[in-house]
Nanobody, 127 residues
Framework: QVQLVESGGGLVQAGGSLRLSCAAS????????MGWFRQAPGKEREVVAG????????YYANSVKGRFTISRDNAKNTVYLQMNSLKPEDTAVYYC????????????????????WGQGTQVTVSS
């Protein structure tokens, strides 16, 4: 069993930065690929970024490439999402998720199940 708790969300002006954290319980964190997702009001949840269990593989949605960076610290059981040059369209609830299969995070869609989800953290970017 893995529990995920996101933190670091908040209100920021356009062009600003935030760093989200997702802390995982359990001693098997290093065996899970991790992903960040977001859901804006009235929209479906979407993939933002993901990182493989060993941290070597990463992927990003086209909308955040060059602005967001995903990383993980397996010693701290934590995955991060550094968000720079934030835009109002980045406003959403951000969720982290874990799955033992990296490709499932990358190819996720709303009809697919992942192993574990966090409860989400709100990010609001003002113009």
């Amino acid at each position: 069993q893995v529990q995920l708790v996101e933190s670091g969300g908040g209100l920021v002006q356009a062009g600003g930065s935030l760093r989200l954290s997702c802390a995982a319980s359990g001693r098997t964190f290093s065996s899970y690929a991790m992903g960040w997702f977001r859901q804006a009001p009235g929209k479906e949840r979407e993939v933002v970024a993901g990182i493989s269990a060993n941290g070597i593989g990463t992927y990003y949605a086209n909308s955040v490439k060059g602005r967001f960076t995903i990383s993980r610290d397996n010693a701290k059981n934590t995955v991060y999402l550094q968000m720079n040059s934030l835009k109002p369209e980045d406003t959403a609830v951000y969720y982290c998720a874990a799955d033992q299969q990296f490709f499932k995070l990358k190819l996720w869609s709303t009809d697919k199940r992942l192993d574990y989800w966090g409860q989400g953290t709100q990010v609001t970017v003002s113009s």
